[in-house]
């Protein structure tokens, strides 16, 4: 035999903690509550419903911001990725037994050995050197330009090209070479 589940007004009739004239009442009390809302279009406002209404919105919210900024990390992780593939893939070989070539890191004078031609073109801004890690390398022009899109940190010298078709008609030095840098 199973046992009907009661609701609570006959709970508490059965167990004789309301008397059936208290319980009528207020079936009658609450028949007449909903019946003038219902005439009068008054609506009821559920705090809890509005308290998870509002939780919602703001976990989605937050949810948002969190997708967003994974998203930032990752795109940051990529331009990295691609950072690093150009360096590794367009880096030209140094020169151990070459000319000191002296640069500026972070207010910190850094030396790169490297061939005279590679010294010229860097100075001529032909190669630059960039970056990776704790180590300097030299790469062409084109491929800093590339690097300095997508991490400009990177790149550490980056010499404007030099232009070499200056009118130097009326100038009276024209014949004396200026030296681009002094070597000591």
Do not use: C
């Not at 939780?55 to 911001?65: F, G, H, I, L, Y």
């Not at 990776?132 to 790469?139: C, F, K, L, R």
């Amino acid at each position: 035999m199973s046992k009907q589940k009661l609701s609570l007004q006959e709970q508490l009739l059965k167990s004789g903690l309301v008397s059936s004239a208290h319980a009528k009442s207020a079936k009658s009390d609450k028949r007449k509550q909903t019946q003038h809302q219902r005439q009068n279009n008054v609506t009821v406002v559920d705090e809890a419903k509005e308290l998870v209404k509002k939780a919602q919105a703001e976990k989605v919210e937050r949810d948002r911001e969190l997708n967003q900024l994974i998203k930032q990390q990752e795109e940051q992780k990529h331009l990295i990725a691609q950072v690093k593939q150009l360096i590794e893939l367009n880096r030209l070989p140094k020169d151990a037994d070459g000319i000191a070539y002296h640069f500026n890191d972070k207010n910190k004078v850094k030396t790169l050995y490297v061939s005279e031609t590679m010294r010229d073109q860097i100075i001529r801004g032909k190669l630059a050197v960039v970056k990776w890690g704790a180590s300097y390398e030299v790469v062409s022009s084109e491929v800093a330009k590339k690097i300095s899109l997508r991490d400009a940190g990177s790149v550490i010298v980056h010499n404007e090209p030099i232009a070499s078709t200056i009118d130097n008609n009326d100038d009276p030095y024209a014949g004396y070479q200026i030296p681009d840098d002094l070597m000591w």
